[in-house]
């Protein structure tokens, strides 16, 4: 008999952990953070701190109540924890670099095994790198004891040093190794690329796990390719963000929709607003700059992740960037802003620019602002408002967000702020943007194809909706609590 039990994403969308386990093994695939949760319970920052950030989250239910899973260094309330319900977990299988399916990973014990892909594991870092996470939220690949290090404090002993978790690198269709059973990474087509879906056979039954899927990105063909490969599966774990969601948009359809928007705009700045994970959209948006004839610019960190991502010999299909400029934020008070050794130039930042000083890649507001009509500005963060401020766009400039869903978001949007900006400059603004969740009648199809025994939702606030549309054709709709289990194949 195998176990199946959702910790997370039951009735919600994110926050997605699947427990697994028959008597001998336990696997975690997917250990996200509830985003929503925790934006509805945090107040400041006292929620977060190290003392208590565990004990709050097991208590608000960010996290599930099961023994034996965390790590021992923070301090834990038995009392929270169900006793009888304990784990020792074999793997932990990440589905891709959203945090709402990884990010609760740094509370897991040390000696957990992580597996991630090779590209996965450049995105997450590029992601902690790059944002302004701190403290336990970067400690997804390494891992800093803080009891020991409060231990050497107060007896005056050396720092603790960082350690780094036991990691699998798992590969596209070939079984992961290290797991206690046969798992297998499909890649699928999402919003980040390097995302997998996996199909597991344990003694009792097949199980696959759709991850967050599309058919309407670059790269749908994964997707079909993984229906291929699990038709006829026991039971199938399937997002259904969009399942109330009829609209089509795909990535060609934004493409010609920023060309058209910016045509129209001739003397003006262009400026895109994406998410800097989704290196599809990203290219999408050079490829409609060059289209218009004008030069992509980007930003820092958007540079950062294609470098990153070239650097680690990854096979996704990155931007070309010939034509492309990186934008030079001014971060000094001396220098007319662009003095490198400030201290306000954060470290990744800074080597950035220090290696592109000297080519012509570099582009400031000064010059964008002379020519506004010349340049494209791809852009991921809200702040970019504030660049915007510096060059001075001619009224009635074009802002366009194309961002991810806002559960696929690491900042929180406060989106009056935002306004208040977009008012002030005199900007024009559109929504051009495709999902990165397939559509109620993609899901379906997906669904039917696949054929299941047993369809379990997940990642969906409407898990009955698949009851509803299913059940009328004969497939059994499960629908899961969080922490409930399913027992297959007794
Ligand atoms: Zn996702």
């Known amino acids: 008999m195998v176990s199946i039990c959702l910790l997370g994403g039951a009735g919600e969308i994110g926050g997605n952990k699947i427990l697994l386990h028959e008597k001998e093994w336990a696997i975690l695939l997917d250990f996200g953070l509830s985003l929503k949760k925790r934006r509805e319970y945090e107040i400041g920052y006292g929620f977060e701190r190290t003392n208590r950030i565990l004990k709050n989250y097991l208590l608000v239910g960010i996290l599930p109540k099961i023994n034996g899973i965390y790590r021992e260094d923070l301090m834990l309330d038995e009392g929270l924890i169900s006793s009888e ?36 594991k450049a995105l997450i870092e590029h992601a902690i790198e790059t944002s302004g996470r701190s403290g336990i939220d970067r400690e997804i690949f390494i891992y800093k004891d803080r009891k020991k290090e409060e231990l050497r404090k107060k007896t005056g002993k050396e720092e603790v040093e960082e350690v780094e978790r036991p990691l699998i690198i798992f590969e596209e269709d070939k079984k992961i190794r290290g797991a206690p059973i046969e798992i297998l990474p499909i890649p699928v087509d999402h919003s980040i690329p390097a995302t997998f879906g ?26 079909q ?21 009829s609209t089509t948009k795909s990535e060609d359809d934004v493409k010609k929709e920023v060309v058209s928007e910016t045509l129209k705009k001739k003397e003006k700045l262009i400026t895109v607003l994406v998410s800097s ?9 050079i490829e409609a700059a060059e289209e218009c004839d004008r030069i992509p610019v980007l930003s820092p960190r958007i540079y950062h992740l294609i470098k990153t991502l070239h650097e680690v010999e990854s096979k996704v299909k990155l931007p070309k960037l010939e034509n492309a400029k990186i934008y030079f934020e001014k971060r000094s008070i001396i220098d007319e802003g662009y003095f490198l050794g400030s201290p306000h130039y954060r470290g990744w930042v800074k080597k950035i620019y220090e290696s592109l000083s000297g080519t012509d890649k570099l582009i400031k507001s000064e010059e964008i602002s002379k020519d506004q009509d010349e340049f494209f500005l791809i852009f991921n963060s809200h702040q970019c408002l504030f660049e915007l401020a510096e060059i001075q766009p001619i009224p009635g ?41 397939a559509n109620r009648e993609d899901l379906l199809k997906l669904v039917k194809e696949i054929g299941p025994k047993i369809v379990i939702p997940i990642h969906t606030e409407n898990p009955r909706e698949f009851k509803r ?5 004969d497939i059994k709709v499960e629908i899961m ?9 007794q």
């Open 277 to 285: 994970l989704d290196i599809d959209r990203i290219r999408t948006l």
């Open 397 to 437: 400039s074009l802002f366009i967000e194309s961002t991810s869903e806002p559960h696929d978001e690491e900042q929180e949007i406060e989106w009056e702020k935002v306004e208040r900006w977009i008012n002030l400059l005199r900007l024009d603004t559109r929504r051009i943007h495709a999902s990165g969740h």
């Open 85 to 120: 319900r304990a784990f020792s977990i074999d793997c932990c299988i990440v589905s891709h670099g959203h945090l709402d399916h990884y990010g609760a990973v740094t509370f897991l014990k040390m000696e957990t095994p992580i597996a991630v892909s090779k590209s996965m």
């Open 225 to 245: 390719d993984f229906v291929e490969n699990v038709k006829g599966i026991d039971v199938l774990l399937v997002e259904g963000t969009r399942i109330n969601d």
């Open 198 to 223: 996996f199909r597991i056979e344990t003694s009792k039954a097949s199980i696959a796990y759709t991850s967050d899927i599309r058919f309407h990105g670059i790269v749908s063909t994964y997707t």
């Open 481 to 489: 609590y969080e922490g409930e289990e399913v027992n297959i194949g």
């Open 469 to 473: 549309l299913l059940e009328k054709e």
